[in-house]
């Protein structure tokens, strides 16, 4: 047997550890090709595999930035100190 014909997103959520919602909605945006069976959303595996590798090396770079050190790291905020009395309760 070479594989399954389709995954559902419940199936394909499975595999990339993620929840069929996700997969559902990448369905919706058209991120991810998929095609129905009643109501239901089918994938079938040679979509789900050139969504992975256009994914893993697409617009959100190369993949090959081996940088783990942020350019700019974020700034330590002081909490906000309120002046006065403390306040013990509302008035309504």
């Given at each position: 047997m070479?594989?399954?014909?389709?995954?559902?997103?419940?199936?394909?959520?499975?595999?990339?550890?993620?929840?069929p919602t996700t997969i559902v909605n990448l369905i919706r945006n058209r991120?991810?090709?998929a095609f129905r069976v009643g109501r239901q959303?089918?994938?079938?595996p040679e979509d789900a595999?050139?969504?992975?590798?256009?994914?893993t090396t697409g617009p959100r770079g190369s993949g090959d930035d081996q940088s783990?050190?942020?350019?700019?790291?974020?700034?330590a905020t002081k909490p906000k100190v309120r002046s006065g009395p403390p306040i013990l309760f509302r008035r309504l």
């Open positions: 070479a594989g399954p014909y389709a995954y559902t997103p419940k199936t394909l959520g499975a595999l990339w550890l993620v929840s991120r991810l090709k959303y089918r994938i079938r595999e050139a969504y992975r590798a256009q994914e783990t050190e942020m350019e700019h790291p974020p700034q």
